[in-house]
């Protein structure tokens, strides 16, 4: 990585360069949307997330359960921007939608076209679905890496650029039928990596923004089609990533700015208990009211409750504050103890009954191979993921894939996979960009898998109430390249009230 000495000694060397970052193209109706994205925001109910070349009066999105009449309409005036921006996010929330069904939605535009998405299955709906794991993505072509190596309804294959057609962005393309959302806990679009391309020194501000329409516009196939939840990683704070530049950033680049305004407005809060519990019910509201979209929150999909959580901030010695050990400077984005009074009363409140699987997700692993464990975020996390019972835990940040037998406080479970106490953990973190893979490095003892040749990401599979499956797909030729079976007995409603 270039030293913050070198980006500045470069400078009037290159003066007389052609800067490198390239901006899309502005269409001529800067109405035209872009960069589109789902989430599940409740039992019944879809947002829908665009960006724009202008600021639109009303943000609206026509819908229905048929392409030939759009019945439905919402708006909203959620249409928001920062000082370095060329785009505007907006956003609206379709409700009343009939579980497990097939919508078509049109934005209201000058130039748009109608897209489909599936909408959520009810909390307790057995029925079998998997979910894909995409962690520390990245963008690709000329500012991003690209990869060499060769490459019961039936959907429509989304078209995606044929740059992309050896990354992970095309295997899920491919695989659009396999699966029916996604979860991506932090790292996006790795605009702050804009000095490892030289050319970009003149100009970072920009290149850091070129660099993120090019990414969303990449995505948008896929999170346009399926819901993509989304958490934030360290490479979502600021606009520089090397400590002690933050002075490089302009303000409007910094503290999680533009990922705030991507997904601060379709991230959901946390849903009203499905139980009939009187406490579950009341615990969920409390989850609700602590919950801070887009850094930590939670929802429910069929047979699994899901919860999203920040491990850059908003807990001691979190590493992406001002004195954290990155020095990114960001947060805080709550109350001292909201991210953790949060987590238990969401992780309390989840009757097994109804969803028996547990999942939370966050960037920075505890339990990884090689270096750059976060102890903080065990110190902080790890007690209630064990207390509470979490079935699986899934991270990223170190750019492979990795599978731990389940484990707490650094002793495998003797269970193993067949009823443990201790949670299961992955690492999910190969799917690719521009700092390329991780090696695997030392393995503890702990370790199910490892493998850092080639760019890679997971699948999860709710089989049914007792068995869960998680496999690890090589993006650029879709081979399963380790695969496991977790079975958990849930013979409790509760583990903890």
Sequence with gaps: MISSFALVTALPALAASVLAYQYPTIPKDLTTPYQQRLAVVGPTAVSVGWNTYTQLNQSCVEYGTSADSLDS?????????????????????????????????????????????????TPGDKTSFSLDVVIDLGVYGPDGFTVSDNASKKDKIPSVNPVLNHTTIYRLAQTVDDYELIIHPGDFAYADDWELKIQNLLDGKNAYQAILEQF??????????????????????????????????????????????????????SFASSSSNKTAQTLAQQAKS??????????EYGMVHITMINTETDFPNAPDTQSGSSHLGGGPFGQPN?????????????DRSVTPWVIVAGHRPWYTTGTGACTSCQTAFEGLFNKYGVDLGVFGHQHNSQRFQPVYNNTADPKGLNDPTAPMYIVAGGAGNIEGPTSVGSEPSYTAFAYAEDFSYATIKFIDLQHLQIDFIRSSTGEVLDSSKLYKSHSESFVVQ
Aim: net charge negative; aromatic share 14%; with cysteine.
């Design 73 to 121: 309409q919402v708006c909203s005036t959620i249409s928001t921007t920062y000082a370095t921006s060329r785009t505007y996010s907006n956003a609206v929330t379709l409700t009343g939608l009939t579980p497990a069904t097939t919508y078509y939605y049109k934005i209201v535009s000058g130039n748009s076209t109608i897209d489909h998405f599936f909408s959520p299955r």
């Design 216 to 269: 969303y516009d990449q995505l948008a196939p896929i999170s346009g089609l399926k819901p993509y939840m989304a958490s934030p990683g360290n490479h979502e704070a600021a606009c520089e990533e090397i400590p002690y530049t933050a002075g490089l950033c302009p303000e409007g680049q910094k503290n999680f700015t533009d990922f705030l305004h991507r997904f601060g407005n379709t991230m959901p809060t």
């Design 290 to 299: 602590l919950a801070q979209p887009p850094f930590w929150y939670s929802f």
């Design 338 to 350: 909201q991210q953790l009074d949060f987590l238990e009363a969401d992780l309390a409140s989840v």
